[in-house]
């Protein structure tokens, strides 16, 4: 069983929006660093966003102020909602997690370097 599993990806044309989502179990994501990437063939994969488990969000350039990561922690899920696609969106996206880490009384929690559970992928595909 997986423990992330992607969905929602599918086609559209630019300029229009899907909304990604990442079902998770055996892993709490209210505790967890979770993370959207994605690939195209023959390239490396990309950080897209992710998200720590006090809520703070990250970008990639390419994606900033088109994309938002959230997360629902009462259905365990992570979401990615993509507006304003564009045909340089087009690829697989993957879902990861990692269990946050404690570090000390004054630092905290961190999120690990890697993350260690993916998903399978879902494609998004965008014409114009």
């Known amino acids: 069983e997986e423990h992330v599993v992607e969905s929602g990806g599918g086609s559209v044309q630019s300029g229009g929006s899907l909304r990604l989502s990442c079902a998770a179990s055996?892993?709490?994501?209210?505790?967890?660093?979770l993370g959207w990437f994605r690939q195209t063939p023959g390239n490396e994969r990309e950080w897209v966003a992710s998200?720590?488990?006090?809520?703070?969000?990250s970008y990639a350039d390419s994606v900033k102020g088109r994309f938002t990561i959230s997360q629902d922690n009462a259905k365990n899920t992570l979401y990615l909602q993509m507006n304003s696609l564009k045909p340089e969106d087009t690829a697989m996206y993957y879902c990861?997690?990692?269990?946050?880490?404690?570090?000390?009384?004054?630092?905290?929690?961190?999120?690990?370097?890697?993350?260690?559970?993916w998903g399978q992928g879902t494609q998004v595909t965008v014409s114009t």
């Open positions: 990861a997690a990692v269990e946050r880490r404690w570090a000390s009384s004054r630092l905290g929690y961190y999120c690990p370097p890697d993350f260690n559970y």
């Open positions: 998200t720590d488990s006090d809520g703070r969000t």
């Open positions: 055996r892993i709490t994501i209210s505790v967890s660093c």
